[in-house]
């Protein structure tokens, strides 16, 4: 199980959640982004810089995806890719993207980028509170507690 991560619009207390994650539990942790990135001296991160260009990082993520790795994206489009994929997507406020609400989420970022469209100003997202942190924070130990319980022993002769 790797966890990716859409870096470029992912907020930075999301990521130092990920990094604590990653050295907690050993599991790999790739940022995925467009521009360098700073993180920190660990043998479970890494950082993919990829070529600027639109969905130029989601394409990469769903290349190197593989059944059961999770994502962390608040991309509905990337995240509707992964769950076709086999994976698991998670967004940095701490809700879990499945293959039963993805469809509706779809519908719903077509009709607001309708509007933008449009001309009708539908505002950003809203602040990153501190209840989403906690909620991306839960959702993720959850998630890797029972990938935990699923992993296989390591072989006798490992080290």
């Given at each position: 199980m790797?966890i990716?991560?859409?870096?470029?619009a992912?907020?930075?207390?999301?990521?130092?959640?990920?990094?604590?994650a990653?050295?907690?539990v050993s599991v790999?942790?790739?940022?995925?982004?467009?521009?360098?990135l700073r993180?920190?001296?660990s043998r479970?991160v890494?950082?993919?810089?990829v070529a600027?260009g639109f969905?130029?990082a989601?394409n990469?993520?769903?290349?190197?995806?593989?059944?059961?790795?999770l994502?962390?994206t608040?991309d509905i489009?990337?995240?509707?890719?992964?769950?076709g994929?086999?994976?698991?997507a998670?967004?940095?406020?701490?809700e879990?993207?499945s293959?039963d609400?993805?469809r509706s989420?779809?519908d719903v970022?077509?009709?607001?980028?309708?509007?933008?469209?449009s001309?009708?100003d539908?505002g950003?997202p809203?602040?990153?509170h501190?209840?989403?942190?906690q909620?991306f924070?839960?959702q993720l130990d959850?998630?890797?507690?029972r990938h935990?319980r699923?992993?296989?022993?390591?072989?006798?002769?490992?080290?």
């Open positions: 790797h990716w991560v859409d870096a470029d992912c907020p930075a207390v999301i990521k130092e959640i990920l990094f604590r990653a050295e907690r790999p942790v790739t940022l995925v982004a467009n521009q360098p993180i920190p001296r479970h890494r950082m993919l810089q600027r969905d130029v989601d990469e993520i769903v290349a190197r995806l593989q059944p059961g790795d994502v962390i608040a489009p990337l995240a509707a890719e992964v769950i994929h086999g994976g698991h998670l967004n940095p406020r701490g879990f993207y293959a609400t993805i989420r779809l970022r077509d009709f607001m980028e309708a509007l933008r469209a001309g009708v539908t950003g809203a602040t990153l501190p209840r989403d942190r909620a924070a839960n959850r998630f890797l507690q935990l699923e992993r296989p022993p390591p072989p006798e002769d490992a080290p």
